[in-house]
């Protein structure tokens, strides 16, 4: 069974308010006022009557925090009777403050403003109209600044648990927008690889089938021709598996992911002598001054000339040639990969589709394969300009434009 501590706390405090009230009650009589030199005209001697109006008094703060306004008013109606019968001024004046406390720091500004013009007027009506005499107005102005000090330290107590529950529910929404933000940053980063893995298996995939399909056509009448054959596909199934390594890498949680630099501009060379010999006369032509890229934009433009020769190996058909360009202009890199087969054509079936656009302004109709369609992707991300479609005099084409921002 669930038991209420600040009730039973509450509880525990108005009794020892009352036990105090009742005894400075009984102690402080006409007679022990008089041997102190005190004024003690007027004050009416204790009784059981006094004493009950003192527990009454004491009582409502056994709910202070309950019903904290209510308690206060009916603390105060036994409180202004002892006052008005004479028991002398003061008597029950803790268990009034007490309950003012708890007003100023459980409730809102303008109900504690009331609490204290009650309070205030409660005593006033008390002074005057009962018969015990103070012995001079600084004895009020003390019992006023008292009260207020009281309220203000109820409302500072308010004002600060307010502070802290606005830390905690800031907190709160720090924490939150920081979950989001990983979850956003994950969901990214699958998206990501997912790409890298498209790009890897799409591109080795297609050199390794090529190169079987030649194997098979020579088996018999060439067979070193074709044990070449066959060590280009081990050579470049061991590519495709270092490749996949280091980008599934990255989502293991028990080994740390052996990294390494990604590809970028500078292993074309090497990416286009894979595709010679894969069956893909390829060239490749560098025009300009080569100047240090941004890692995402050279790894973007190296995955864009992959694609570019992977869906001309697969689907331009024999005896195509493709070339690369990479011209380094000033505050732009551009990227081209063309061949001379049948791209133009409907049916074509590159990356599932065939069919392209000019890609000006992010308007791009892309096939509808994953390959083009992440290319579409990457170039957008650096800003960059695409074009994917088939040339007037044949054949096909891959283009982009990447801006270089600060001289990059």
Same mark, same amino acid.
């Given at each position: 069974?669930?038991?209420?501590?600040?009730?039973?706390?509450?509880?525990?405090?108005?009794?020892?308010?009352?036990?105090?009230?009742?005894?400075?009650?009984?102690?402080?009589?006409?007679?022990?006022?008089?041997?102190?030199?005190?004024?003690?005209?007027?004050?009416?001697?204790?009784?059981?009557?006094?004493?009950?109006?003192?527990?009454?008094?004491?009582?409502?703060?056994?709910?202070?925090?309950?019903?904290?306004?209510?308690? +206060?008013?009916?603390?105060?109606?036994?409180?202004?009777?002892?006052?008005?019968?004479?028991?002398?001024?003061?008597?029950?004046? +803790?268990?009034?403050?007490?309950?003012?406390?708890?007003?100023?720091?459980?409730?809102?500004?303008?109900?504690?403003?009331?609490?204290?013009?009650?309070?205030?007027?409660?005593?006033?009506?008390?002074?005057?109209?009962?018969?015990?005499?103070?012995?001079?107005?600084?004895?009020?102005?003390?019992?006023?600044?008292?009260?207020?000090?009281?309220? =203000?330290?109820?409302?500072?107590?308010?004002?600060?648990?307010?502070?802290?529950?606005?830390?905690?529910?800031?907190?709160?929404?720090?924490?939150?927008?920081?979950?989001?933000?990983?979850?956003?940053?994950?969901?990214?980063?699958?998206?990501?690889?997912?790409?890298?893995?498209?790009?890897?298996?799409?591109?080795?995939?297609?050199?390794?089938?090529?190169?079987?399909?030649?194997?098979?056509?020579?088996?018999?009448?060439?067979?070193?021709?074709?044990?070449?054959?066959?060590?280009?596909?081990?050579?470049?199934?061991?590519?495709?598996?270092?490749?996949?390594?280091?980008?599934?890498?990255?989502?293991?949680?028990?080994?740390?992911?052996?990294?390494?630099?990604?590809?970028?501009?500078?292993?074309?060379?090497?990416?286009?002598?894979?595709?010679?010999?894969?069956?893909?006369?390829?060239? +490749?032509?560098?025009?300009?001054?080569?100047?240090?890229?941004?890692? =995402?934009?050279?790894?973007?433009?190296?995955?864009?000339?992959?694609?570019?020769?992977?869906?001309?190996?697969?689907?331009?058909?024999?005896?195509?040639?493709?070339?690369?360009?990479?011209?380094?202009?000033?505050?732009?890199?551009?990227?081209?990969?063309?061949?001379?087969?049948?791209?133009?054509?409907?049916?074509?079936?590159?990356?599932?589709?065939?069919?392209?656009?000019?890609?000006?302004?992010?308007?791009?109709?892309?096939?509808?394969?994953?390959?083009?369609?992440?290319?579409?992707?990457?170039?957008? +991300?650096?800003?960059?300009?695409?074009?994917? =479609?088939?040339?007037?005099?044949?054949?096909?084409?891959?283009?982009?434009?990447?801006?270089?921002?600060?001289?990059?």
């Amino acid at each position: 069974m669930r038991i209420d501590r600040s009730g039973l706390h509450d509880t525990v405090l108005a009794g020892v308010v009352a036990a105090a009230s009742v005894a400075q009650f009984v102690l402080y009589g006409p007679a022990r006022l008089q041997a102190e030199g005190l004024p003690a005209e007027g004050v009416r001697a204790p009784d059981p009557l006094g004493a009950l109006l003192v527990v009454l008094a004491c009582a409502p703060v056994a709910v202070r925090r309950r019903w904290p306004l209510a308690a +206060l008013c009916a603390g105060l109606v036994p409180e202004a009777l002892l006052d008005v019968a004479g028991y002398g001024t003061g008597v029950s004046a +803790l268990s009034g403050m007490v309950l003012l406390y708890s007003v100023a720091s459980h409730r809102g500004l303008a109900v504690a403003l009331g609490a204290l013009l009650l309070a205030v007027t409660t005593y006033a009506v008390g002074a005057v109209a009962g018969p015990v005499m103070a012995s001079g107005p600084n004895e009020h102005v003390v019992f006023a600044v008292v009260l207020v000090a009281v309220w =203000g330290a109820g409302r500072s107590l308010r004002l600060r648990r307010a502070y802290l529950e606005e830390l905690k529910d800031r907190a709160a929404r720090l924490e939150r927008a920081h979950a989001a933000d990983t979850r956003a940053a994950r969901a990214e980063e699958r998206s990501r690889i997912a790409r890298e893995l498209h790009d890897v298996v799409a591109h080795h995939v297609s050199v390794m089938t090529v190169q079987a399909a030649a194997a098979r056509r020579v088996l018999a009448a060439d067979p070193d021709l074709a044990r070449e054959a066959l060590s280009a596909i081990e050579h470049t199934g061991r590519l495709a598996m270092t490749e996949m390594r280091n980008i599934v890498g990255v989502l293991r949680t028990d080994a740390r992911a052996e990294l390494g630099p990604q590809p970028g501009v500078r292993d074309l060379p090497s990416l286009v002598e894979q595709m010679r010999e894969a069956g893909l006369p390829t060239s +490749l032509r560098v025009e300009g001054e080569p100047v240090p890229l941004p890692a =995402g934009v050279d790894l973007a433009a190296y995955r864009l000339v992959q694609e570019g020769l992977t869906n001309s190996l697969r689907h331009a058909g024999a005896g195509v040639k493709a070339v690369v360009t990479v011209r380094h202009d000033p505050g732009e890199l551009d990227v081209e990969v063309r061949d001379d087969g049948n791209g133009g054509k409907s049916g074509d079936g590159r990356d599932g589709g065939g069919r392209g656009g000019d890609g000006r302004d992010g308007e791009v109709s892309l096939p509808s394969g994953h390959g083009l369609v992440g290319i579409r992707e990457r170039v957008a +991300l650096y800003g960059g300009i695409l074009n994917i =479609g088939p040339l007037p005099g044949g054949g096909f084409e891959v283009r982009a434009r990447f801006p270089l921002k600060d001289g990059l």
